[in-house]
C-alpha cells in the first residue's frame, strides 16, 4: 500500500485486525530491512503501510499480490513504481491493484482530468511530481476544477508563456544529431537529473545504451536505457520485447527506460505499460533537455 505519511498513522486502528506495520522515511536502513524480511517470511505483518516515495524503488515485495492507493501523489509514473515493488521476479500470484477515490470531490474531478492526460503520464521519467502537475494541468484546467473563469493576469501570463515554449521548440532539433551524439545527449540529460551515468560500447552493450544511476533514501534507483534515434520514425512493439528481456537478464535494474527522438506505436505503449517500461518520446525529451537546460 502506499500512502501519504500524515495518512498512515489514521490506518492503524481500523487495519488492526491484519497487525499492519508502517514503512516510511523515519526508519534506518537495518529497522527498515528487518521490517521487509519479516513482511516477506513471517506471518505478521500481513500489511505494509507506505508512503509512496519510500515504497517507489529498491524493494521487493513479492509476498504481496494486492496494492492499495488510498491518498494519491496525482503522478501516475510514481504510483506505478510503487506497484512495481510487488511485481518483481519471484512474484507467483496475480497482482491486483486498487485506486480509492472519494465520490463527489476535488480528488475526482482531478482523476478525470489526468485519465485524459495519461499517455504524457507515462512518458515521465523523473520524480517531477508536483512540478510536473504544474506543467500539464493548464490554468483553465485548474480554475474549470472549481468552475472559476481564469483571472485576467493568468491570462496573459499563459499567452506569454506560450509564445516563450515555442519559440524554444523552434530552437531544439533533435533530428540533426546522429546517433552517437544523441546517445550522449541522453546521459548527460540524466547526469543532470542527478544519476552517475555511463555509456555502453556500441559492440557489447547487449541492448543498453546507458546504465544510469541514483542513490535514494532506501537504496540505488538503477536505471537501464535504450536510445532509438527516429526522429521522423515510430518505434514499435519489439524494442519492448527486447528490453524487457535484457531487464530480466539484469535483475538488480530497478527501472528499464526506452529514449527516442521520434514516438511510438499504440501497441508499443500498451505494452510498456504492461512490462512497466518507461517511455519518454521525442516531445517529453525535448521538454526535459529544456528543463535541465540543455541544447
Known amino acids: 500500500m502506499s500512502f501519504p505519511i500524515a495518512t498512515l498513522t489514521k490506518l492503524l486502528e481500523p487495519l488492526s485486525g491484519f497487525s499492519p506495520a508502517i514503512f516510511d522515511g523515519s526508519l534506518s536502513d537495518s529497522q527498515r530491512q528487518t521490517l521487509i524480511e519479516r513482511f516477506q517470511e513471517a506471518e505478521e505483518p500481513k500489511i505494509l503501510l507506505m508512503s509512496v516515495k519510500a515504497g517507489g524503488v529498491g524493494l521487493t515485495l513479492t509476498r504481496a499480490n494486492h496494492v492499495f492507493h488510498f491518498d494519491h501523489w496525482w503522478n501516475p509514473a510514481v504510483a506505478r513504481q510503487a506497484e512495481g515493488r510487488a511485481h518483481r521476479i519471484g512474484q507467483a500470484e496475480t497482482v491486483f491493484v486498487y485506486d ?8 475526482e474531478k482531478i482523476r478525470g482530468l489526468l485519465a ?3 499517455q504524457l503520464f507515462d512518458e515521465v521519467i523523473d520524480d517531477l ?12 484546467e485548474l480554475f474549470g476544477l472549481f468552475d472559476l473563469d481564469v483571472p485576467e493576469p493568468l491570462k496573459e501570463r499563459s499567452r506569454a508563456s506560450g509564445a516563450e515554449n515555442q519559440a524554444g521548440r523552434q530552437g531544439m532539433s533533435l533530428s540533426a544529431l546522429k546517433p552517437k551524439e544523441f546517445e550522449q545527449l541522453v546521459a548527460k540529460l540524466y547526469e543532470k537529473m542527478g544519476f552517475t551515468v555511463r ?3 556500441q559492440s557489447h552493450d547487449g541492448g543498453v545504451d546507458v546504465v544510469a544511476r541514483r542513490a535514494m ?3 540505488v534507483d538503477y536505471l537501464i536505457i535504450q536510445c532509438k534515434h527516429y526522429p521522423d520514425g515510430s518505434v514499435g512493439e519489439p524494442v ?3 528490453l524487457m528481456g535484457t531487464k530480466q537478464a539484469q535483475n538488480e535494474a530497478t527501472r528499464a527506460v ?4 521520434g514516438k511510438f506505436s ?6 510498456a505499460q504492461q512490462f512497466r517500461i518507461d517511455l519518454v518520446d521525442g516531445l517529453s525529451l525535448s521538454a526535459l533537455l529544456k528543463k535541465h537546460r540543455l541544447a
Do not use: F
Open 240 to 242: 519492448i520485447r527486447e
Open 116 to 118: 485524459m492526460k495519461q
Open 258 to 261: 526506452i529514449v527516442t527522438s
Open 217 to 219: 533514501d532506501i537504496g
Open 129 to 140: 511530481s508536483s512540478d510536473y502537475i504544474k506543467g500539464q494541468i493548464t490554468d483553465e
Open 199 to 201: 555509456t555502453t560500447p
Open 100 to 107: 480509492i477515490y472519494t465520490n463527489g470531490t476535488i480528488e
Open 266 to 271: 499504440e501497441g508499443a505503449i500498451r505494452l
